[in-house]
């Protein structure tokens, strides 16, 4: 059965931050809903792009060589290669959109790490 998604009851299922949850497939990607808070870490995905739909609050993404805030109702799409590292002063929902087999800590393991085999289906 094919029904609609209501992203704000979905967020509602979980309070940690920085573990994505899966909640659709489309064609080869998933689309993931996380709450981030605090600083991550400095990674890249060498052959993905990377897309943060803010669908709350307002995340700062930091990179080497400048800085880009991105608010509530806004998009980033974070080139592969760019290294990068997402900042949220206050909780953000975030929606991403990324190919599946796709690390969301990109070539750095750290205790933030969530093994894709490892994100739950919500």
Same mark, same amino acid.
Request: aromatic share 8%.
């Given at each position: 059965?094919?029904?609609?998604?209501?992203?704000?009851?979905?967020? @509602?299922?979980?309070?940690?931050?920085?573990?994505?949850?899966?909640?659709?497939?489309?064609?080869? @990607?998933?689309?993931?809903?996380?709450?981030?808070?605090?600083?991550?870490?400095?990674?890249?995905?060498?052959?993905?792009?990377?897309?943060?739909?803010?669908?709350?609050? @307002?995340?700062?993404?930091?990179?080497?060589?400048?800085?880009?805030?991105?608010?509530?109702?806004?998009?980033?799409?974070?080139?592969?290669?760019?290294?990068?590292?997402?900042?949220?002063?206050?909780?953000?929902?975030?929606?991403?959109?990324?190919?599946? @087999?796709?690390?969301?800590?990109?070539?750095?393991?750290?205790?933030?790490?969530?093994?894709?085999?490892?994100?739950?289906?919500?």
């Amino acid at each position: 059965m094919i029904d609609k998604i209501n992203l704000l009851q979905k967020f @509602s299922l979980f309070s940690d931050h920085w573990h994505p949850r899966i909640i659709a497939d489309l064609n080869d @990607s998933y689309l993931k809903l996380a709450k981030l808070e605090g600083e991550f870490v400095w990674h890249q995905h060498a052959n993905e792009d990377e897309l943060f739909v803010i669908v709350k609050g @307002s995340l700062l993404m930091k990179f080497r060589d400048h800085d880009v805030t991105v608010d509530e109702g806004e998009i980033l799409v974070v080139p592969k290669g760019v290294e990068h590292c997402p900042v949220a002063h206050e909780e953000v929902y975030v929606l991403l959109i990324e190919p599946k @087999s796709t690390l969301h800590t990109g070539d750095v393991t750290t205790e933030k790490t969530v093994d894709v085999a490892d994100q739950v289906r919500i």
